[in-house]
């Protein structure tokens, strides 16, 4: 049911806070597939993976954890909610508010982020379905062509 991917080894990720948030639900941290170049020590670690099966780790996966505090654009939010998946996104992101509902959102610690976890899973169609809506918002701003024309708009003014 959860997949994290990136450099969770790096404080800036906060792995922990996903480790905590599932001991709080009486898991083990066991059932976390993790994808990175870096083992964090917990989940099953699948290493680094090509993006056919990134894509069906998203798509088979209900909630993908970004806990980090510090991102950039941080794509697996986007591919999250592409796939269909529900990203749980730490209000304190610095690109939170801007790529995601605030119903994907959760205080950065071990109890906000269990309560979104049960959140989520208690109305799983219903979020599922915002994130599919998201999606659909992502996959027009970010296809190659409209990230084309604003690059060239841009340069142009």
Known sequence: DFLCIGRLNDPNKR???????????????????????ENPGAGIFMGVVSD??????YNLNKI???????????LP???????GSVPIVCEDMSTAHEF????????????SVANKIEEILADYDGFQKIALEYGEKFKKL????????????????
């Open 15 to 37: 792995f922990f806070l996903v480790k905590h948030a599932l001991l709080r639900l009486g898991h083990d941290g066991s059932e976390i597939i993790v994808c990175g170049n």
């Open 64 to 74: 993908v954890f970004c806990m980090g505090k510090v991102e950039g654009i941080c």
């Open 100 to 111: 995601v509902p605030s119903c994907f959102l959760c205080a950065p610690n071990p109890k």
């Open 52 to 57: 056919d099966i990134l894509n069906q780790l």
């Open 77 to 83: 939010k986007i591919e999250a909610c592409v796939s």
């Open 142 to 157: 970010f296809n190659k062509v409209a990230v084309a024309k604003r690059i060239v708009d841009n340069y142009l003014k």
